[in-house]
């Protein structure tokens, strides 16, 4: 094998190790972030927003008094409805 084969042949293995590397990272973060409920994740996201939404257009007094009510209603909703699917 020549010098400069054996050259692209570290780098593509470099490459696939990298990738496979990104790959676990993002599975990862998927898994732990989503995990059994995606529904709770899609519910911070709306929340992050609504807050965000609000600290920009209306004051960060409002948001400061909003965030705790929607962390509360979300978290009482999924403990109701893991309650009923046990």
Known sequence: MS????TRAAEA?????????LR???LFW??????????????????????????HWV???AAWAVLPVLVAATLTTTVLRGRRVS
Do not use: N, Q
């Open 13 to 21: 293995t470099a490459r696939g190790w990298a990738l496979r590397a």
């Open 59 to 61: 004051s960060s007094t």
């Open 24 to 26: 676990a990272f993002g």
């Open 30 to 55: 998927w898994d732990f972030l989503v995990g059994d409920t995606p529904e709770v994740t899609v519910a911070a996201l709306v929340i992050l927003g609504m807050v965000a939404g609000l600290v």
């Open 3 to 6: 010098p400069e084969a054996a």
